[in-house]
T-cell receptor, first 117, second 109 residues
Framework: GAVVSQHPSRVICKSGTSVKIECRSL??????MFWYRQFPKQSLMLMAT?????????EQGVEKDKFLINHASLTLSTLTVTSAHPEDSSFYIC?????????????FGAGTRLSVL | SQQGEEDPQALSIQEGENATMNCSYK?????LQWYRQNSGRGLVHLIL?????REKHSGRLRVTLDTSKKSSSLLITASRAADTASYFC?????????FGQGTRLTINP
């Protein structure tokens, strides 16, 4: 089956630093990738939709200058949390659309747990 | 924005019993999907039901969809301790997947 790899799985950083999270589709081309954020014991909230070669579409309330998304190729999207603060600590999950189940199916990465000290 | 409302928010049952979780949504959809998430882990896709389908089975899972009521249910039969997890419904529409609040299911041995 289609696999989405997310890296790193866990990151701890100091307040004020920037953190980059990578999301790769390993065996299929993903024209669209999605980034979600999940706070403890809550649901996944869609942050942005990323299309290869074009600017990401951010959901209402998500700061585009804070969460930089780059979808430079059909297999890679990155999320950079700039000048991270403790309130950015969360579980970030990417997903990619595509694969053998059809172009409308989303495959999810294993998530990245970000802790900002 | 959240699309789905799930109930109950938490469910605790004995091993071997059946577990039923419900999901309601607000807008028209192409399909509805159910996912499982173990604590602190990623999502596992369980089942997808299309908007023109009413019921679907996969192993011990049974999903129903009522588009007139904008609701779906997930039934897990003969529950096992390993079924302990959070379960989310997600609706597909407008080219994106929107998740419900989730149900935390605990199976007691």
């Amino acid at each position: 089956g289609a696999v989405v790899s997310q890296h790193p799985s866990r990151v701890i950083c100091k307040s004020g630093t920037s953190v980059k999270i990578e999301c790769r589709s390993l065996d299929f081309q993903a024209t669209t990738m999605f980034w979600y954020r999940q706070f403890p014991k809550q649901s996944l909230m869609l942050m942005a939709t990323s299309n290869e070669g074009s600017k990401a579409t951010y959901e209402q309330g998500v700061e585009k200058d804070k969460f930089l998304i780059n979808h430079a190729s059909l297999t890679l999207s990155t999320l950079t949390v700039t000048s991270a603060h403790p309130e950015d600590s969360s579980f970030y999950i990417c997903s990619a659309r595509g694969g053998w189940l059809g172009k409308n199916f989303q495959y999810f990465g294993a998530g990245t747990r970000l802790s900002v000290l | 924005s959240q699309q789905g409302e799930e109930d109950p928010q938490a469910l605790s049952i004995q091993e071997g019993e059946n577990a039923t979780m419900n999901c309601s949504y607000k807008t028209s959809i192409n399909n509805l999907q159910w996912y499982r998430q173990n604590s602190g882990r990623g999502l596992v896709h369980l089942i997808l039901i299309r908007s023109n389908e009413r019921e679907k089975h996969s192993g011990r899972l049974r999903v129903t969809l009522d588009t007139s009521k904008k609701s779906s249910s997930l039934l897990i039969t003969a529950s096992r301790a390993a079924d302990t997890a959070s379960y989310f419904c997600a609706t597909e529409g407008a080219q994106k997947l929107v998740f419900g609040q989730g149900t935390r299911l605990t199976i007691n041995p």
